[in-house]
Structure formats: C-alpha cells, structure tokens
Nanobody
Framework: QVQLVESGGGLVQPGGSLRLSCAASRSIFSIYAMGWYRQAPGKQRELVAVLTSGSITNYADSVKGRFTISRDDAKNTMYLQMNSLKPEDTAVYYC?????????????WGQGTQVTVSS
C-alpha cells in the first residue's frame, strides 16, 4: 500500500505555470506506474499523464507539449509541471499509483488538489 499527498495547486492566469507534487509514503522506485488524473465539474475523471517504472510516459493529447511528468525516487515524489495553462485545464488533479503484486494490480489515490485557470 501507499499513501499519496498532492500539493501545488492554486489559481493561475491563462498562460501561466504551476508545478504539482505528489508525495508518497514509501519508495516509489518499484511502483509499476504513477500518474496524474483530473476531474472537472460535471465531467468524468480523465488521465492527464502517466509514468511507468520503465520511464515510459504517456500524455493526454490535450496536454502534450505543455505538461511534463517526472519523479524523484530519492524524495519519493512525483511531479507534474504544467505550462501554458488554459481555462480548460481547470479541475481537481489527483495523483495515482498502480501497484502490481504478482498478477494483481491495485490503485491508490491522493485526495486531490484544485487547479483553477482564470483571469
């Protein structure tokens, strides 16, 4: 198991930047995949970016070229650098860890951090 705590959300103007952090309660080195999801009001939660233990990344088309996912294993922390933010990026952003044990996979979530892009 792992506990995840997000931070770094806030209010930013269009075109601005934010960096989200996800601090894990244990080593993330061996976690199969970690990612960021977001959920806007009235919409389903959607994948933003994912980073596997093999350093493979995948991004939603809507954020490609603007967002960068990364992690610091020494700090047990994952990041999401968000640049050129748009009003449509407004959402609650959630950190996810997908842990595989044998043939079983389990998902763990943080509590979320609000990102609001508005002038």
């Amino acid at each position: 198991q792992v506990q995840l705590v997000e931070s770094g959300g806030g209010l930013v103007q269009p075109g601005g930047s934010l960096r989200l952090s996800c601090a894990a309660s244990r080593s993330i080195f061996s976690i199969y995949a970690m990612g960021w999801y977001r959920q806007a009001p009235g919409k389903q939660r959607e994948l933003v970016a994912v980073l596997t233990s093999g350093s493979i990344t995948n991004y939603a088309d809507s954020v490609k070229g603007r967002f960068t996912i990364s992690r610091d294993d020494a700090k047990n922390t994952m990041y999401l650098q968000m640049n050129s933010l748009k009003p449509e990026d407004t959402a609650v952003y959630y950190c996810n860890a997908h842990i595989v044990t044998g043939t079983r996979g389990s998902d763990f979530w943080g509590q979320g951090t609000q990102v609001t892009v508005s002038s």
